[in-house]
C-alpha cells in the first residue's frame, strides 16, 4: 500500500514580503537532504491565469518553468534551494481556478447546482493541491498574501477543509510572522503576530510551527515563551530569524532551531540524517571577501522592484562564489543612457555589462547603445533574450547598417534585425502565447560556447516573440559576430557570440532560470571568468 503523501501549509501574517517563500523552500531543502521528495507550489490569489502580464516593477520577475508556464519569482527560489525542476502544476492563480470553474459551470458539469465559494471554489483548489502532490513524500504549499486579506479568504478555507478531508495528521501548518523592533526601547513587539495568529485562528487553522521574522537578532527565551503562550506552540516549535547576509543561510538557521526534525516528527516521516555539507560550503563561500573583486553593470529597464532581475543576480552571484571573486552589481539605467543623461565612457569603471530581458519599446536604444560600446571596447557583454536582440543590432550598427533596428522599435522599418516570430504576430498583447519553456539548441563546434558547456546539445528555457531575422543572418561574421547556437528542427538562432572578442556571447532563451546556488551555469561561470584578472 503506498504511503499518503504527507502536506505543508506555510501561511503569513502581519506584513507581506516576510520570506514565506524562503521558508518555504528551506524546510523543503531540509527535507529533500534527509532523502524525501519533496514538491513545492505557490497558490496567489491574484485573478490572474498566470504571472505573465503581471507588472515586473511590481511583482518582479516572471519565472518561466520546463514546461512553458509563467510563475511567480518564488518558483525560481523554490527550483534554487531544491535543485529540482518545478512544473505548470507548482504555480496556481485563483483566476485560472475560477476560469476552469465557471467553464465546467457552463458545461452542465454541476447538473444544476448553485455554484458556490465553499464547496466548489475551494473543492476546486484542494484538487490542484492534491494533482500537483502526486508521487511525492512531501508536498509543501506557499498561500500568497496575509492571513486577513479578503482575496486570499477561498485558499485559507480550502486548506483547513483540506487537514480534515485527508487528516489532519497528514497535515502541517506553519505560520510565518514579523516581529517589529523598536530602537527606543530596545525591545521586540509580540503584539501583531498575536493578532495575525488570532485571525488565522479565526479561519479554523490552528498552526503547528512559528517561523518569527525580526530585522534584529534577540533570540531569548523570554519572548519565545510569550509567543508560545499566544500561539498555543510549544517552545521547541518556534524559531525566531534575524536578517540574514544571505537567503541561503535560511534553511542552516532552520536546522539550528531543530525545525526539520519537528516536521519529520509530527508528520512521522522516515527521514535519514541530513547531508548539507555541500550547502554549507556554498554559504560559506558567499560569505568570504576573496581577495578579488569584479564590477558588473546591469543595463535595466525595470529599476522599481530589487525582485525584477532576482535570477540574473543570483545566477551571477553563484557563479562569482564558486570561482573565489567577489561581485559588485550596479544597475544602470538604459533610458539615462539612451537620452544621453548617461556618459558611455562611465562603462569604463566597470568590468563587464550584461543586458538582461524585457518587453516594449523603452529604453531599447539605450541598450544597443550599451552593446555598441562592448563591442567596440571589448568590453565582457553577456546579453539574455533582449540582450541578444540589441547585440546583434548593435553589431550591425557599429559595421554601417545605421539603421539597423527590431519590430519593436520600428514596426515599419525594412531593416528590422529582429522580427515577430511568425507564430508571433498578433499575439504581442496576449498572455501564455510567447515561445516558452524548454527548446533543444545544437552548439557549433569551435566556439567559445562549445568549450563553455562541453555538449553538442543542450536544452533551455525561453520566453520571447522576436527572433534573428534569417534575411540577414549571412551578414553576422561581417558584423564581427557569429551563431553558436541554433536549433535543430526550426534552425532559429539561439546563440551569438562575438569574433575576436574577449566574451561576447548572446542567448534567446533565459540560462538564469536553470542556475543553481550550489551548481552555477556555465554561461555565468564563462562571464565571471572572463572578467577574472
Known sequence: MNKPTKYIFVTGGVISGLGKGITAASIANLLKSRGLKVNLQKCDPYLNMDAGLLNPREHGECFVTFDGAETDLDLGHYERFIDQELNNKSSLMAGKVLYNLIQDERAG??????????????????????????????????????VGDYESLSFFEAIREFGIKYGLENCLYIHVVYLPFINTSK???????????????????????????????????????????????????????????????????????????????????????????????????????????????????????????????????????????????????????????????????????????????????????????????????????????????????????????????????????????????????TGGTMRLGNYFCKILPGTITKRLYDKDLIVERHRHRGECNPKYTKFFEQWGIRISGLNPESKLVEIIEGIDHKFFIGTQFH???????????????????????
Not at 465559494?117 to 502532490?133: K, R, V
Open 187 to 429: 525591545e521586540i513587539k509580540t503584539k501583531p503576530a498575536q493578532n495575525s495568529l488570532r485571525d488565522l485562528r479565526g479561519l479554523g487553522i490552528q498552526p503547528n510551527i512559528l517561523v518569527c521574522r525580526s530585522e534584529n537578532g534577540f533570540n531569548n527565551y523570554r519572548i519565545i515563551q510569550k509567543i508560545s503562550l499566544f500561539a498555543g506552540v510549544p517552545n521547541e516549535r518556534i524559531a525566531i530569524l534575524p536578517n540574514a547576509k544571505s537567503i541561503y543561510e535560511i534553511p542552516l538557521l532552520l536546522e539550528k532551531f531543530g525545525i526539520a526534525e519537528q516536521v519529520v516528527k509530527l508528520l512521522k516521516l522516515k527521514a535519514t540524517k541530513p547531508n548539507l555539507k555541500k550547502w554549507q560550503k556554498m554559504v560559506d563561500l558567499a560569505n568570504k571577501k576573496f581577495d578579488q573583486k569584479i564590477n558588473v553593470a546591469i543595463i535595466a529597464k525595470y529599476l522599481d522592484n530589487a525582485d525584477t532581475y532576482i535570477s540574473v543576480f543570483e545566477a551571477l552571484k553563484s557563479a562569482a562564489l564558486w570561482n573565489n571573486v567577489n561581485i559588485e552589481i550596479t544597475w544602470v539605467d538604459a533610458s539615462e543612457i539612451e537620452s544621453g543623461k548617461y556618459d558611455l565612457n562611465d562603462l569604463k569603471k566597470f568590468d563587464g555589462m550584461l543586458v538582461p530581458g524585457g518587453f516594449g519599446t523603452s529604453a531599447l536604444e539605450g541598450k544597443i547603445k550599451a552593446a555598441q560600446y562592448a563591442l567596440k571596447n571589448n568590453m565582457p557583454y553577456l546579453g539574455l533574450c533582449l540582450g541578444l536582440q540589441m547585440g546583434v543590432i548593435a553589431a550591425a550598427r557599429n559595421k554601417g547598417l545605421t539603421k539597423a533596428t527590431s519590430f519593436e522599435i520600428d514596426p515599419g522599418s525594412k531593416e528590422q534585425i529582429i522580427i515577430t516570430m511568425k507564430d508571433q504576430k498578433g499575439k504581442e498583447q
Open 511 to 533: 540560462p538564469e532560470f536553470k542556475s543553481r546556488p550550489t551548481l552555477p551555469h556555465p554561461l555565468f561561470v564563462g562571464f565571471i571568468q572572463s572578467m577574472k584578472s
Open 109 to 146: 458539469k454541476f447538473d444544476g447546482d448553485d455554484v458556490q465559494i465553499i464547496p466548489h471554489l475551494t473543492n476546486a483548489i484542494q484538487q490542484y493541491i492534491a494533482d500537483a502532490s502526486k508521487g511525492f513524500d512531501v508536498h509543501i504549499v506557499e498561500i500568497g498574501g496575509t
